[in-house]
T-cell receptor, first 113, second 113 residues
Framework: KQEVTQIPAALSVPEGENLVLNCSFT??????LQWFRQDPGKGLTSLLL?????REQTSGRLNASLDKSSGRSTLYIAASQPGDSATYLC????????????FGTGTSLTVIP | GAGVSQSPRYKVAKRGQDVALRCDPI?????LFWYQQALGQGPEFLTY????????KSGLPSDRFFAERPEGSVSTLKIQRTQQEDSAVYLC???????????FGDGTRLSIL
């Protein structure tokens, strides 16, 4: 079974700082990897989707990279803002199971004004 | 509406009661997923529909859990004879296709007393 790990579990940074969130997965046979943010009491908002053939995706201040062979992805947030405070989750769609997304437990980010 | 809608937002039930949770996906989305999210954890896959066909129910924890999507649009997750360990947030997601980003609802928070 695919195991997804996110480090760190929590992160607190001052406003304006650039930061990196890490995601690792145990089986490199994936269809894609998706990064989400989750605000308290809310569902998940999709941030970036990287297909297995891609190396990175960018959206505004966010950049996600994928190194499938080493089982790693990073989410880079530039010039962080207090509104970025949320839990960030990564999820992989596994080739072996096809339909399932396997989620990490998330990184709780606090951006201090 | 523009997004995935789930109802009710909160449900409290006594142990042993049956509950039904509803999901209205984004119009035109073929794929629909149900997830269970325990406090402080990432979502865990329950089941997947493509149109009205339930193609994967491997994540359903017991035969007390049942999901349907009879007309390929609205889906209902039913839990019979609820137990305390069923307390969690139940998330629904839809997507245009398997390789497309998943869009999540805000979830139903289920508490079993």
């Amino acid at each position: 079974k695919q195991e997804v790990t996110q480090i760190p579990a929590a992160l607190s940074v001052p406003e304006g700082e650039n930061l990196v969130l890490n995601c690792s997965f145990t089986d490199s046979a994936i269809y894609n990897l998706q990064w989400f943010r989750q605000d308290p009491g809310k569902g998940l908002t999709s941030l970036l989707l990287i297909q297995s053939s891609q190396r990175e995706q960018t959206s505004g201040r966010l950049n996600a990279s994928l190194d499938k062979s080493s089982g790693r992805s990073t989410l880079y947030i530039a010039a962080s803002q207090p509104g970025d405070s949320a839990t960030y989750l990564c999820a992989v769609k596994d080739v072996n199971t096809g339909n399932q997304f396997y989620f990490g437990t998330g990184t709780s980010l606090t951006v201090i004004p | 509406g523009a997004g995935v809608s789930q109802s009710p937002r909160y449900k409290v039930a006594k142990r042993g009661q049956d509950v039904a949770l509803r999901c209205d996906p984004i119009s035109g989305h073929v794929s629909l997923f149900w997830y269970q999210q325990a406090l402080g954890q990432g979502p865990e896959f329950l089941t997947y529909f493509q149109n009205e066909a339930q193609l994967d129910k491997s994540g359903l924890p017991s035969d007390r859990f049942f999901a349907e999507r009879p007309e390929g649009s609205v889906s209902t997750l039913k839990i019979q004879r609820t137990q305390q360990e069923d307390s969690a947030v139940y998330l629904c997601a839809s997507s245009l296709g398997q390789d497309q980003p998943q869009h999540f609802g805000d979830g139903t928070r289920l508490s079993i007393l």
